[in-house]
């Protein structure tokens, strides 16, 4: 498990640094980045990695918690990860989002326990169908 985790972690780190970078070099028009921008990409990187690669497979493969609570603790901290990310990119862009905070977080909420009921159900059928395969044979 923690091998898994750790994995996850470096990889989801990585491939968001690197669509973090890229996105920074098509907006960036000056093509001078200070190096205390390019630690708050780091940053940014370690905390999707934290949250996308430790976080949400660890409550949905290893912990025994109610699934409402992993829908709220999940998107507690998708929430929070986007609005650090947010801040950390641009201080100005986190201002103007600011007085939508809460909008943000009943959206998110919202379309975290929309998308959880579809992928349950979508794993309900398949493990039905496995079910129904290893019966026949």
């Not at 959880?116 to 039905?128: G, T, V």
């Amino acid at each position: 498990m923690i091998k898994e985790l750790t994995q996850n972690f470096f990889q989801t780190s990585f491939l968001s640094l690197i669509w973090v970078m890229v996105i920074t070099s098509m907006s960036n028009t000056d093509n001078l980045i200070y190096y205390n921008y390019f630690w708050r990409l780091i940053l940014i990187s370690i905390l999707f990695g934290l949250s996308f690669g430790v976080l949400y497979p660890y409550l949905w493969k290893y912990s025994t918690t109610k699934s409402n609570f992993n829908v709220i603790v999940c998107s507690t901290d998708n929430t929070i990860i986007i609005l650090c990310s947010i801040y950390l990119y641009s201080p100005h862009l986190f201002n103007q989002i600011s007085p939508y905070l809460f909008a943000l977080l009943v959206i998110n909420l919202i379309l975290h326990y929309v998308i959880f009921k579809l992928y349950s159900d979508y794993l309900n059928q398949k493990y039905i169908m496995e079910i129904q395969n290893r019966k026949r044979l």
